[in-house]
Structure formats: C-alpha cells, structure tokens
C-alpha cells in the first residue's frame, strides 16, 4: 500500500511538503497542493485519517443525536444537517437515541472518546449527569429543536412553538369555535408543553377556562391520537374542534373520527402541528402548523460551523417562525354544532 513517503518520492518534494499540502497549511501553494492531490490519484494514496486527526487535533467528524430517526420530522432535519456538514468536508456520526436517557449519555461518553470537533443534540433528557458531561465536552454543541437551560451557554436553532399554538388556536376563534379539545404529546416534552401554554392563554385571553375535561395528553403516534380522540368524545361530547400538538395526533384522531362516522370538518374540525409531508395527502388535507424542518437543519449546521470557524463554543441562538397551513379539517363552528 503506498505510503505519504511514495507521493514525496513520486513528486520529488520532501515528506513534510506533502503533509503540509494535505492539512492546508498557508505555506503551501494552490499549485503545490493541486500536485499532491492529483499524486495521490495516480499512485492511489490514501491519507491515514487517524494520523492526520493527530497531527491537526481535528477528527473533521460531527456527531448528530436525533430521539427518533423514524420520525419524519427528524429524518427531514437531519438530512440537511448531514447535507452542509458533508459539503464542507466533516464527516456526520449520526446516534438514534430512542428517547432513551442512557443512550443520550452514552453518546457523549462516545464523543469525548473519538474526539469529534462538535456536535448538534435533540436530547429528551437532560438531568444534572448529562449537563455536566456537555459543560466537560469543551468542544461546539448546537441544540436543534430544543432548548438548553439557561446556565448552559450554547447555541439553540428551534421554531416559537407558543406563536404557532396561538395562531392555531386564532384560527378556531375565527371560525366561532369556542369548544376546543387538546391533545397533548408526553408532558415532559418542551415543545408539547409549549404548544399546550399557546392553547391555554390564547382561551384565557378570551375569557375561557380551559376544561380539563378537554384535555389529554396521550403520546406522540396515530394510535395515541386515535385513542386520545376517543377519551375526548367521551369526556368533551360538547367540542367542535380540536388543537392536535403533532400532526401524527391530528391524523390519528381524524382516523377515529371516520371509524365513528363522524364528518371532518362538518361535525368537528381538527388542527395539528408540525405539516409532515403525509398530512397534505389527498385524503388528509390535514390543517396544521408548519416548522421548516429542512431551514432547521441547514441552520443548525450552519451554526455549528461557524463556531468551528472561529475556534468558539458559543454563538447567537435562531428562532424560527412558524406559519399556519389552511387545508381542509376545519369549518365555522355553526356547521359543526352537535
């Protein structure tokens, strides 16, 4: 296998130029390094990438924590992560951590041991243990769709999730609906309870108690929606309309509703969150609440490389809106009144 020795020897250079040429070193010509670069090709050398790692202390390897990489929402993220990332010469170690907090801190055990340049978490947990290892990580993090505590100083890039409840919620108001269920994600879920505070102030601001009757919180999947809508028809026969904190719970209980025949939005309007790609589907046409999951992504990658850039381990946080999706689940309380 040919060695860094061979390219100097092909070239007639010394071994010390080839090693500057391929870390980018300033001394280097672009014509010098265009030489070794196409040496390699033609003796097919391949650099030792752990020796290189050594001698710039850089692994050029970001780590990428996503809780769920069958979820659609992360998988549209992480894409575009993985898509700046790459484009500009990192290598991205992506870890699934099945909403586990264990493997959230395995994780970061594993990216003190391989010594990635940064990394970019959404962690479902974060106890004492875990905020101690990220303080003793020393090296770029980048929330993404979370939010660190504020002793924490690091970056987040995440969507107001409060605005997009409240401009849900508007839209019911303006229909006439006054009646509103919600369903909620697991309660430990910032971003579920976020969504939930949008739909208790934006009811208290109009002289509304919330029922607590019309509130569930189920899960995350269809079938939680599918069983949340049940326990709400139960509980809350008056409801019209119902506020869903993911679209996943918006189709669920839309899929409840046509088991019991009941008629969307005739008999009961529904809004989710989040506008998945299945929620736009012919017979979904589910309204909802809009992240631009893809802007995320490269937004966060964008981040992280910044602060590689500048050598620094914090930088300014981004705050995206939100936009409502009108579809086809929801119609003027009048029509819905049972």
């Known amino acids: 296998m040919p060695t860094i020795k061979d390219v100097a020897k092909y070239l007639g250079v010394s071994v010390s130029t080839v090693s500057r040429a391929l870390n980018n070193h300033p001394d280097i010509k672009p014509d010098t390094r265009h030489e070794v670069l196409e040496a390699m090709k033609r003796i097919n050398y391949t650099p030792n990438a752990v020796a290189r790692s050594l001698i710039s202390r850089k692994s050029n390897t970001v780590g990428l924590m996503i809780p769920d990489i069958t979820d659609p929402f992360f998988s549209a993220m992480a894409h575009d992560v993985e898509e700046v990332l790459t484009d500009n010469g990192y290598q991205v170690v992506y870890v699934n951590t099945s909403r586990k907090s264990d493997k959230e801190k395995r994780f970061l055990t594993s990216v003190m041991e391989r010594k990635m340049d940064g990394i970019i978490v959404t962690p479902d947990f974060l106890d004492e243990e875990a905020l101690d290892m990220l303080r003793r990580l020393e090296i770029p993090v980048v929330f993404l769709r979370r939010r660190p505590p504020q002793d924490l100083d690091m970056p987040f890039v995440d969507v107001d999730h409060y605005e997009g409840a409240c401009h849900a919620m508007d839209y019911f108001f303006s229909l006439g609906h006054s009646r509103i269920g919600f369903m909620g994600m697991p309660k430990y879920s910032f971003t579920g309870q976020e969504r939930y505070r949008g739909y208790v102030d934006s009811l208290k ?110 930088a300014q946080s981004i705050l995206l809106p939100t936009e409502l999706i009108i579809r086809d689940t929801c119609t003027s309380a009048s029509a819905s009144d049972h």
Not at 205 to 229: Q, S
Not at 240 to 265: H, K, M
Not at 266 to 279: K, R
């Open 205 to 314: 601001k109009r002289g509304l108690e919330p029922d607590p009757k019309g509130i569930v919180w189920e899960g995350r999947t269809i079938e939680c929606g599918h069983k949340a809508m049940s326990k709400l028809m139960g509980e809350f026969p008056s409801m019209t309309a119902v506020f869903a904190a993911n679209d996943l719970l918006g189709i669920g209980a839309l899929e409840w509703l046509a088991e019991n025949r009941l008629s969307v939005p005739a008999q009961m309007s529904v809004i989710g969150f989040d506008n998945l790609e299945v929620s736009n589907l012919h017979w979904i046409k589910l309204t909802t609440v809009a992240q631009p999951r893809k802007e995320m992504g490269r937004k966060a990658a964008e981040v992280l490389l910044q602060m590689l850039t500048e050598n620094k381990l914090t």
